[in-house]
């Protein structure tokens, strides 16, 4: 029989200000086959390595979603581990009457099901039931005009030069921040692994400059992957020129090793590493600054979406694209970039003459 109790004290809930962790392996007390409870403990070090295993972003949202729907479970008299088909099927109905979006719903099913899996239930809950409810709310949206998954636009060419030249070059700011969307844009980097670089990372060679990404979204046991840079052909929007510039800013301040890319105070003063929700806030106040159309929805993921985008268009495989943006293989991600110029490049009413 289900003891709520053990639920409760295998899943604590996690405390305000602490990293938030993932809660995997909840302790087993059916001691089977001669185990005893120490064969089923888990000490608080491994549960902390276990839980950092996770990228912090997941780790954050599945610990989000999985207090949500434990909530919903307890107030409606519902067991949540190991929780029934029938419930994940209604908890996701909830979600659709609450109005929630389509991709929160998906990654609230998504974090129940690994919530599972880590607590060793690896067949529990049936997802088939939940994601049918999901598709009938999906379609019922779309019926009624509501928007489907918003998508950051990518930054052009164009758009990068124009918001380049929005940065004050005189300051420290606009330097660092020159260096933030070039190098975003040529490493197709997410914003986590911009901020993560250290001033090491990231060494001149003969054909332009070589980014070592410690570790990344894709990379689950932090290999490593360098990426090369080659030099560009505008002075403004050249990876060496701009990483050089702030490299001579970093010396002066006497920051040699340490973060790449640091905040800097209103009177100039260089400080710690750049916060990952800073980086959208440049991006998109820079592409307001330039008068890009639709600036104010430009986020960190735009410099992104823009480097894979402009690559596609000039040619480069999709394999290529893949591999340099550290996606995989076979991303749906960027097969929606690749369609976005396709829908254009190769239009059927091209050259009908309308």
């Not at 902390?48 to 780790?59: C, F, K, Q, S, W």
């Not at 490299?247 to 916060?275: E, K, M, W």
């Not at 749906?332 to 050259?351: F, K």
Request: proline residues 6%; aromatic residues 4%.
């Amino acid at each position: 029989m289900h003891d709520e109790r053990d639920e409760r004290e295998a899943l604590p809930a996690p405390v305000a200000g602490e990293r938030p962790p993932i809660y995997p392996l909840a302790e087993n007390t059916a001691h089977d086959g001669g185990h005893t409870a120490a064969d089923y403990t888990l000490s608080a070090r491994t549960r902390e390595r276990i839980a950092d295993g996770v990228p912090a972003n997941t780790r954050r949202a599945y610990t989000r979603q999985w207090a949500a729907f434990t909530a919903w479970c307890a107030e409606h008299g519902r067991i949540a581990l190991p929780a029934t088909a029938h419930t994940l099927a209604e908890y996701t109905s909830a979600l659709c009457e609450g109005g929630q979006a389509p991709a929160s719903i998906e990654q609230a099913i998504a974090a129940v099901r690994t919530m599972h899996r880590l607590a060793g239930h690896p067949a529990q809950p049936a997802t088939d039931s939940a994601r049918l409810a999901l598709r009938a709310y999906k379609r019922q949206r779309a019926e009624a005009g509501g928007r489907g998954q918003r998508e950051a636009p990518p930054v052009t060419i164009d758009a990068l030069r124009a918001m380049v030249s929005a940065c004050d070059l005189a300051t420290l700011i606009g330097r660092r921040d020159r260096l933030l969307l070039v190098l975003g844009l040529a490493l197709m980097g997410r914003r986590s692994e911009l901020v993560a670089l250290q001033r090491e990372d990231v060494r001149e060679v003969a054909d332009g400059i070589e980014v070592t990404i410690r570790t990344s979204k894709t990379d689950k046991d932090s290999a490593g992957e360098t990426i090369a840079i080659p030099r560009g052909s505008h002075p403004l929007t050249d990876p060496v020129a701009a990483w050089r510039d702030w490299l001579h800013v970093l010396d002066q301040a006497g920051h040699t090793s340490g973060r790449l890319l640091r905040r800097i105070d209103r009177h100039g003063t260089i400080g710690p590493s750049l916060g990952a929700d800073a980086v959208n806030t440049i991006v998109r106040d820079l592409a307001v600054r330039a008068r890009v159309p639709s600036a104010d929805t430009f986020t960190a993921h735009s410099l992104r979406a823009g480097g894979a985008t402009v690559a596609y268009a000039a040619g480069v495989p999709v394999a290529v694209i893949a591999k340099h943006g550290r996606w995989a293989p076979a991303s749906p991600v960027v097969l929606r970039y690749i369609r976005a110029v396709d829908r254009w490049r190769d239009n059927a009413m091209r050259n009908v003459g309308l």
